[in-house]
């Protein structure tokens, strides 16, 4: 227990989400407790994390989602672990709400994006069908985070292109798209900035400097392309040229986003018999595998060269890519991290648990081998 790197959560508190302040002091080893010497309240260890008011050790929680956020099947986790599927199911849930809110206080905050991709993902629910639309910053790989909606309309762009508003400086920005007409509507609508008057009513919106349309079109006879448009829908095309920085308008980013979004997850995989039930779950899993594949997977375009523990590459995330990291997170650091204070702490996200070294991936596989109606060691309980 660490209370340098904990902050009081009460939200009536003065002191709330400022840690290393010395306010906060261990209440209780044995409970795990905490006590705030401002406002006197005591808080368990794992409040505002995945954990708050589970039986569960962490680890075996972190374990689960780690595997459930690589698509392993839930009733393969019952069967490895001997839960019950409605545990399971909680567990993924809360998991998504909470990398929800990590993904809104780190990534959702002004940079300069440079260029940006977009798409949207058919899936099918029980008896409906839903959109998945997000988007990928293109220097860093960066998920922006994404939306869903019934239909693939304006009002889903709209949605997302706030999403992305929220990430972005008013600098000059390059959408690449497909050729939804949506999109010119959504960004001319949402990239706007009041102009102050000084007089009553509502004032003017002016829009923003240098932001660009690209979009590439597909031509299909029957079921096969048998051609690509490429085409400027917003912008000179010197600035465009600019910020693509010598490629050719394209969506390759995304797509490939895309890819690693139905590998991992059943619903959105074509011709599946997976279904989600409601859209909310949807969305869950959809920020949890974001989270992870931010903070938590190595991105091999990403990587730096050099000499580093004998390796001749420094790899990286898109969140180290992006500064939002100063180390590749673990699940756990991810599940670990609690709240929303006025900075989360990165101490929180500890290499030790669920890392790279022998050790740890022994263990895991140790905990993978459990069979349904097997106890899990003492050691990983406590």
Not at 152 to 158: F, H, M, N, P, S
């Amino acid at each position: 227990m660490d209370p340098h790197t904990t902050f009081c959560p009460n939200p009536d508190c003065p002191a709330r989400g400022r840690t290393g302040a010395g306010n906060i002091r261990v209440h209780s080893r044995k409970e795990r407790r905490y006590r705030c010497q401002v406002c006197g309240q005591t808080f368990t260890e794992t409040k505002g994390t995945v954990a708050y008011r589970l039986r569960t050790a962490l680890d075996v929680v972190s374990l689960v989602v780690a595997l459930l956020s690589h698509g392993c099947p839930v009733a393969a986790i019952v069967f490895a672990f001997g839960l019950d599927e409605r545990t399971v199911l909680k567990w993924f849930k809360r998991a998504g709400k909470h990398c929800q809110q990590v993904h809104e206080h780190l990534v959702e905050q002004p940079r300069d994006l440079g260029q940006v991709q977009a798409d949207e993902i058919r899936s099918k629910l029980q008896g409906a069908v839903v959109w998945l639309a997000m988007a990928l910053q293109v220097s860093t790989r960066l998920w922006l985070g994404g939306v869903v909606g019934r239909d693939r309309d304006l009002g889903l762009i709209k949605r997302l292109m706030q999403k992305v508003r929220a990430c972005a400086l008013c600098r000059p920005l390059l959408f690449c798209t497909d050729g939804l007409r949506a999109y010119v509507r959504a960004i001319r609508a949402v990239f706007r900035e009041p102009v102050p008057t000084g007089q009553g009513g509502r004032p003017r919106l002016r829009p923003w400097e240098g932001v660009c349309l690209a979009q590439v079109v597909k031509q299909y006879a029957g079921r096969r392309v048998v051609g690509i448009v490429r085409r400027i829908a917003q912008g000179a095309e010197a600035q465009v040229q600019a910020l693509l920085g010598g490629q050719r308008i394209n969506t390759a980013y995304i797509e490939r986003l895309n890819a690693t979004f139905r590998a991992r997850l059943a619903n959105l995989v074509r011709r599946s018999r997976a279904l989600a039930r409601q859209a909310s779950t949807l969305q869950a899993a959809m920020y949890l595998m974001g989270t992870v594949y931010n903070f938590c997977t190595e991105h091999q375009s990403l990587r730096l060269p050099g000499l580093v523990n004998g390796h001749k590459w420094i790899p990286r995330t898109p969140a180290l890519a992006a500064g939002l990291a100063d180390h590749c997170w673990t699940v756990r650091g991810v599940a670990a991290v609690s709240g929303a204070p006025a900075t989360l702490d990165t101490a929180q996200t500890s290499r030790t648990a669920f890392s790279g070294n022998k050790t740890t991936r022994r263990s895991m596989v140790y905990l993978t081998t459990f069979r349904c109606g097997a106890t899990l060691p003492q050691k990983i309980m406590e």
